[in-house]
């Protein structure tokens, strides 16, 4: 559910401060409909990317992780839009996006 830019956000009790923060950014990303379905992917690459991990890390000290707040992107710190570029680049990859725009299954001859 969401409220003018504003995201409820559930973290997992298990995960780390940095996975929950990428879940929330997924579920407040104007992407989630292409990264819903790879967003287990999407956490393990960024939590295994040295620069990501250290931006999530930075994020995360500063107090902005969900915990049953409310989320927002509203006015991302020059680290949250990093992020969000990284969230946008796999979006565009992602197999959903690609099916979305006549490019999946990949390999396929078109035309």
Known sequence: MSVEGFVATPVRSSESAEAALVRAMIAASP??????????????????????HAILTRVAAQGRIPSGRWFSLRRPSADESILLSF???LAFASPSFLASVGEWPLGVRRG
């Not at 990264?35 to 999407?42: F, M, P, T």
């Not at 393990?44 to 040295?50: G, P, S």
Request: glycine share 0%.
């Open 31 to 52: 992407y989630r409909r292409f990264l819903r379905d790879i967003e287990q992917d999407v956490v393990r690459v960024a939590l295994q990317n040295d620069q990501i």
């Open 87 to 89: 969230l946008e680049y």
